[in-house]
Structures are given as C-alpha cells and as structure tokens.
C-alpha cells in the first residue's frame, strides 16, 4: 500500500529553527508537496519537489531525497504566526496526491 | 470573489436530513475535488471531476453524490448521513487532473456536524 509518514506534532520556540520531516512508500513518484494548514482555514502551497536537493524560499526551505523515499521541510526564524498543521504530500504514478496525516507544529514564545 | 469559495461553512444536521455544499472556483481551472479531513488522519480523497466528467470516486458510500454541472462549480450532496461522517469537507481545484504538476488550491471547508 501506499503510505506516508510524519510526525503527529512537534514543538519550538519563536526565533528557533524547526525540521519537520516526512517519509513515503508510494506507487511511482512525481513530485512532493508541502502546504501550510492554520486551524479553521484552507491548505496552502508552500512548495514542491520533484528533484533531489534543496530548495530554499525565504525562510522555508525543503528537501528531497528519491532514493531514501524522505523530504523535510526546515522553517528558520519561528514566528508565532508559524503554529499551524504542515501536510506533506507525494504525487504518485497516475498523478494522484496520496496525503499525509500532517503535522501540528506548536510555536512557544 | 477570488481562489476557491466553500458554502455553507459550517453545516449541523439531523442523519435524516438532506442538504447541499457547495463549491466555487474563479481559477479557471478545470479539475475539481472533494476531500474529507478528520482529525488526526490524512487528507482522504473523495471524488475528482477532470473537464467535469468524473474521474475518481474512492468508494464513497452513496449517501454522499457529487455533481459537476461545469468546470467552476462542485456540490456534495447530503443524505442519510451517520455520525462517523462529522468532519471538514474541502474542496480543491487544480488546471488539470492526471497529468503532471498538479498544484492544487484549497476553498476553506465546511465543518459538518451529523447528529
């Protein structure tokens, strides 16, 4: 089956850095996603990854690796306004996103 | 109205009641999608609409029915629903569906409640 797998919630502190980090066995791969969930609101892109390595945007940044079947999503800079659920998604090989079941990440002061 | 638009956003019904969601999208998109979101569990999809024809339907119990009347707008109706399907119901839009980058854009959900 498919499946992918990150941690159910994690916890900073503001100013800190955070990795959260998202593992997947899936039929073919065609990219990776990450969005940005805040309670009571929509899903929001946050990036995408098709090949290996690092791609950096401001203070998110996330990485690939296709042969490990892993990705991370590093946020620098913690705000407050970082506290939000962050899902990682795979595209599988007829182009279907398989989710995972997100992340809640907790900013303390 | 821009990006994607959900109605009503928040739903409580008796499981004997019939009732609609709606979805809009101004993206000019042509794929639509209906996801369930429960707590603590992955995205799980529900049904896909590609040039408005039905393309996936992950064995969704009947009591829920989609329909597409054109690219921009997507309905779920509602009826005889039970308990267990209480969650937040999102709707997504993306250019296409099935083929390649496939970023898709999220309207905010309908909280539904089944008593």
């Known amino acids: 089956g498919q499946n992918i797998d990150q941690p159910t919630e994690m916890t900073a502190t503001e100013g800190a850095i955070v990795q959260i980090n998202c593992t997947y066995q899936t039929s073919g791969f065609n990219g990776l996603f990450w969005y940005q969930q805040h309670a009571g609101e929509a899903p929001t892109f946050l990036s995408y990854n098709v090949l290996d390595g690092l791609e950096e945007k401001g203070r998110f940044s996330s990485f690939l690796s296709r042969s490990k079947g892993y990705s991370y999503l590093l946020l620098k800079e913690l705000q407050m306004k970082d506290s939000a659920s962050y899902l990682c998604a795979v595209l599988d090989s007829n182009y279907q996103l398989i989710w995972g079941a997100g992340t809640k990440l907790i900013i303390k002061p | 109205e821009t990006g994607v638009t959900q109605t009503p956003r928040h739903l409580v019904m008796g499981m004997t009641n019939k009732k609609s969601l709606k979805c809009e999208q101004h993206l000019g998109h042509n794929a639509m999608y209906w996801y369930k979101q429960s707590a603590k569990k992955p995205l799980e999809l529900m049904f896909v609409?590609?040039?408005?024809?039905?393309?996936e339907n992950n064995s969704v119990p009947s009591r829920f029915s989609p329909e597409c009347p054109n690219s921009s707008h997507l309905f779920l109706h509602l009826h005889t629903l039970q308990p267990e399907d209480s969650a937040l119901y999102l709707c997504a839009s993306s250019q296409e569906s099935g083929t390649g980058y496939n970023e898709q854009f999220f309207g905010p959900g309908t909280r539904l409640t089944v008593l």
């Open positions: 609409y590609n040039f408005k024809e039905q393309t």
